[in-house]
């Protein structure tokens, strides 16, 4: 099974930049979708970014497009967030997840993910 840790996260002004990790066990690593998700206290978790294991085919939220960026580095087992031109609306306890191929399934559902990280604060001060 393939177990997730996540690092990177912290305290940033608007504007600036972080860049998130998620070290992944196990060999089948590059046969997952990745994903990363975020929650805000007193929000419903939501979707942040996905990758596809087999085309690299990146997805992501209308509120990020332009500023984050979801990579995957198969040989280390590490898939990224980079996070650039951060607002304080950004704020929240980021997690990453990874799931099996499944054919017809979106890879914007955080329930349609097997495994998932402990989650690390991001913290986006005005």
């Known amino acids: 099974q393939v177990q997730l840790v996540e690092s990177g996260g912290g305290l940033v002004q608007a504007g600036g930049s972080l860049r998130l990790s998620c070290a992944a066990s196990?060999?089948?690593?590059?046969?997952?979708?990745m994903g990363w998700f975020r929650q805000a206290p007193g929000k419903e978790r939501e979707f942040v970014a996905a990758?596809?294991?087999?085309?690299?085919?990146?997805y992501y939220a209308d509120s990020v497009k332009g500023r984050f960026t979801i990579s995957r580095d198969n040989a280390k087992n590490t898939v990224y967030l980079q996070m650039n031109s951060l607002k304080p609306e950004d704020t929240a306890v980021y997690f990453c997840?990874?799931?099996?191929?499944?054919?017809?399934?979106?890879?914007?559902?955080?329930?349609?993910?097997?495994?998932w990280g402990q989650g690390t604060q991001v913290t986006v001060s005005s």
């Open positions: 990758i596809r294991w087999s085309s690299g085919d990146t």
């Open positions: 997840a990874g799931r099996r191929p499944r054919v017809g399934v979106p890879l914007t559902v955080w329930t349609e993910y097997d495994y």
């Open positions: 196990g060999r089948t690593f590059s046969t997952y979708h």
